[in-house]
């Protein structure tokens, strides 16, 4: 189903029970994307056009196929409902998400905390520039989660925001870091890369490190940061601290390595298309035609 440009807004129930719908394109012109939507559908991806300001209730309940979802690069706010009091995506085998811009949403339980919360298929999150503040609770519980990446937009990350994710193994923010909330990594045990642009070290709240393995996870921050880093607190029980940091427009190569060191990463357009996955980010200029692409939440020029 392809959804026309001038098509602006999509009402209630307009596809739900349509269980072939395996393929969507919406349209640049759309706004509004109406409750139980795309209920019952089995597309495997959506991309979310920047055009959009509002998805209602319950869009995307019993979609058991959906994996990929890209909110596109955008500069106005997007409003994501929920299913009553469970997540948006509560019922979704999501595996990938990109978000490009900043979200909203009822953050309260009788709404389901977050979009996102406690979905257990979650593998990869890329946050783009745009994007603000990581909200109280947002990733919660994803307990299969393992590669986080957040742009240089991003300042706050929120209570228990990550807690529970106990699957976490690489993580990076960019240079506009401020603040890290009580208890973000709880639980978090496993987590082996933890990667900082911010050259002053973000105050944390409650025990927002405590559980981070400090003598197994190496701490990575920008060149001429070490003392900042080694005297703040909770950044300081960090046994593996290396200032080696240069540019947040270069790609950190620690994603996932494999057994022969290469470096892996999903690939997107800047319009949050996903266009690769678990790629060797080493070889893009083979893999790749010429052009500028987001990779790990960093733009990355192939010549």
Do not use: H
């Not at 994501?80 to 339980?109: H, R």
């Not at 979009?115 to 109280?136: A, G, H, K, M, Q």
């Not at 060149?223 to 950190?252: C, G, H, M, P, R």
């Amino acid at each position: 189903m392809t959804i026309p440009n001038r098509t602006t807004s999509l009402g209630l129930a307009c596809f739900s029970g349509n269980s072939l719908l395996a393929n969507i394109d919406l349209g640049n012109g759309l706004k509004t994307i109406g409750q139980y939507c795309f209920s019952g559908c089995s597309m495997p991806e959506i991309s979310i056009p920047a055009s959009v300001t509002s998805i209602g209730n319950y869009t995307f309940n019993n979609c058991s196929s959906l994996a990929d979802v890209v909110i596109e690069d955008r500069t106005s706010e997007l409003n994501l409902g929920s299913n009553g009091s469970s997540p948006l995506f509560a019922s979704c085998p999501l595996d990938s998400v990109y978000i490009g811009g900043k979200i909203k949403y009822n953050t309260s339980s009788s709404s389901g905390y977050s979009p996102f919360y406690r979905n257990t298929s979650l593998r990869t999150i890329v946050i783009s520039d745009t994007e603000e503040e990581i909200y109280n609770n947002e990733f919660y519980g994803c307990t299969n989660l393992k590669n986080v990446t957040m742009g240089d937009g991003v300042k706050k990350i929120g209570n228990w925001a990550f807690s529970g994710c106990s699957n976490l193994d690489y993580f990076n923010f960019g240079s506009g870091m401020q603040s890290i909330g009580d208890e973000t990594f709880s639980d978090c045990t496993n987590l082996t890369k933890l990667i900082s642009y911010a050259e002053v070290p973000p105050t944390c709240g409650s025990m927002a490190l405590d559980d981070i393995n400090k003598w197994s996870c190496v701490l990575k921050i920008p060149q001429n940061s070490l003392s900042a880093y080694q005297a703040a607190d909770q950044w300081k029980e960090f046994f593996f601290i290396e200032d080696v940091l240069t540019s947040i427009n270069e790609i950190e190569a620690e994603t996932e390595g494999d057994a022969k060191g290469d470096v892996r990463g999903d690939v997107y357009s800047l319009n949050g298309t996903l266009l690769k996955r678990n790629v060797n980010v080493n070889r893009l200029n083979s893999i790749l035609p010429t052009g500028l692409y987001v990779v790990n939440g960093k733009k990355v020029v192939v010549k």
